[in-house]
T-cell receptor, first 112, second 115 residues
């Protein structure tokens, strides 16, 4: 059974600071996804990571993938209040109909 | 505009009642998915369909049923057998698996509450 674990589950940080969210998964996977969810809203796709060593950046967020360690990271640079949300990683296996297994989510609060 | 729509936004279920959640997409995607989200938790897969007239159970299919008669539509029925249906239900779709960068796109969700 594929398991996906995120840490921390709750993160409170000050504006301007840097921090990293970690996503570990238990079995070999084709691809790794990061999503953002605002309170009461649906999920918004942030990144798709396909191969070992993949790195993608969008604004203050940067995601990376280490398939050998079965680890993905989401790095936040110089956080701003607008980044406050819950961030989910999800692991997909193409041979299983592209179904996703989600982590529990990291609730990020950026304080002024 | 291309996208995924879900209706209703809020749904109230009486005990013993079956209710159906609608999910429609005009993205021409083959694959569609239903997830359940409980407060403060991640998403869990209920059912998914990779092609019309075919669907598979996910991790928590008991008490739910689906149909896939049209490519655009993937309705979810929450039956009376589902004893704890209160949750946020999200529908998603995905394009061809050959498009390696393809992600799952999510609808706005339906919040189901039990009266």
């Amino acid at each position: 059974e594929l398991k996906v674990e995120q840490n921390p589950l709750f993160l409170s940080m000050q504006e301007g600071k840097n921090y990293t969210i970690y996503c570990n998964y238990s079995t070999t996977s084709d691809r790794l996804y990061w999503y953002r969810q605002d309170p009461g809203k649906s999920l918004e796709s942030l990144f798709v990571l396909l191969s070992n060593g993949a790195v993608k950046q969008e604004g203050r967020l940067m995601a990376s993938l280490d398939t050998k360690a079965r680890l993905s990271t989401l790095h936040i640079t110089a956080a701003v209040h607008d980044l406050s949300a819950t961030y989910f990683c999800a692991v997909g296996i193409e041979t299983s109909g592209s179904r996703l297994t989600f982590g529990e989510g990291t609730q990020l609060t950026v304080n002024p | 505009d291309g996208g995924i729509t879900q209706s209703p936004k809020y749904l109230f279920r009486k005990e013993g009642q079956n209710v159906t959640l609608s999910c429609e997409q005009n993205l021409n995607h083959d694959a569609m998915y239903w997830y359940r989200q409980d407060p403060g938790q991640g998403l869990r897969l209920i059912y998914y369909s990779q092609i019309v007239n075919d669907f598979q159970k996910g991790d928590i299919a008991e008490g739910y049923s689906v149909s896939r008669e049209k490519k655009e539509s993937f309705p979810l029925t929450v039956t009376s057998a589902q004893k704890n249906p209160t949750a946020f239900y999200l529908c998603a779709s995905r394009g061809p698996s050959l498009a390696l960068q393809e992600t799952q796109y999510f609808g706005p969700g339906t919040r189901l509450l039990v009266l």
